[in-house]
C-alpha cells in the first residue's frame, strides 16, 4: 500500500509541475507580447533593465537565452518559439525569430527575418493556399556572426563562423565561415581574412 500511495503521489506532483509549466509559459508569453516588446530600447537611461526582462520573459516562455543579450523592443518571436541564444548576442527591433539556434556574438540588425517554413506548392492540383506548410527547420547561426539589416534567411540554413550577411540578402543556401555574402539571392562577395 505504501508502494502505491508514493507512486500516486509522484503521478500527482508531475501533472502539477507539468500544469504549472503550461501556466507559466502562458503568463510569459502575455506579458511578453503585451508589455515586454513594447518596453523601450537598451539604450535609454536604465534600458539594460528592459532588455533583461524581455530576456527573462523568452527564458519563461521555454526559450534558451544566454548572459549578457540585448533584445530589443519589437522582437517578434511567434507563440510557440523553440530558440536557443548564445550569450552576448545583439537582437534589434523589428526582427521575426521563431526558430534558430544562434550562437556566441551573435549581431541581428534590425528588420531581420528568419523563416523556418514555406507554404506546400508541389502539387498543382489544389491550390497553394490549401497545401498546408513544410515541417520547421531551424536557422542555425554559429559564433560571431553579423546579420545585416533586413535580411531574410530561409529555413534550415546554415551561417558559419565569423560570416557577414549583407543588408537585404536572401540566404538561401548554407554560408562558409568567414564569408561575406550579399544580394538575391546571397552569394559569396570575399572572405573575411584568408580564404577557409
Not at 516588446?37 to 521555454?62: A, D, K, N, Q
Not at 550562437?103 to 489544389?126: K, Q, T
Not at 546579420?147 to 546554415?158: D, E, F, S
Request: hydrophobic content about 45%; some cysteine.
Amino acid at each position: 500500500m505504501g508502494n502505491a500511495c508514493r507512486n500516486a503521489l509522484c503521478v500527482m506532483l508531475a501533472q502539477l509541475r507539468s500544469m504549472l509549466r503550461k501556466v507559466f509559459f502562458f503568463l510569459a508569453l502575455l506579458l511578453y507580447r503585451s508589455i515586454g516588446m513594447r518596453l523601450p530600447h537598451s539604450f535609454w537611461p536604465g534600458g539594460m533593465i528592459f532588455s533583461e526582462i524581455r530576456r527573462w520573459l523568452l527564458i519563461g516562455m521555454g526559450c534558451k537565452v544566454g548572459r549578457r543579450c540585448e533584445i530589443e523592443p519589437h522582437v517578434d518571436v511567434g507563440f510557440r518559439p523553440q530558440l536557443v541564444i548564445g550569450d552576448r548576442c545583439q537582437i534589434n527591433q523589428n526582427t521575426q525569430i521563431k526558430t534558430a539556434v544562434i550562437g556566441n556574438d551573435v549581431m541581428i540588425a534590425p528588420g531581420v527575418v528568419f523563416l523556418d517554413r514555406m507554404h506546400c506548392f508541389d502539387r498543382l492540383d489544389i491550390p497553394m493556399a490549401r497545401q498546408g506548410e513544410t515541417k520547421r527547420k531551424p536557422v542555425i547561426v554559429e559564433d560571431d556572426v553579423w546579420i545585416g539589416q533586413n535580411a531574410i534567411l530561409m529555413p534550415g540554413v546554415r551561417v558559419g563562423r565569423g560570416a557577414i550577411v549583407g543588408a537585404g540578402a536572401v540566404v538561401t543556401k548554407d554560408v562558409p565561415s568567414m564569408a561575406i555574402v550579399a544580394g538575391v539571392p546571397a552569394r559569396v562577395i570575399r572572405y573575411r581574412g584568408p580564404k577557409p
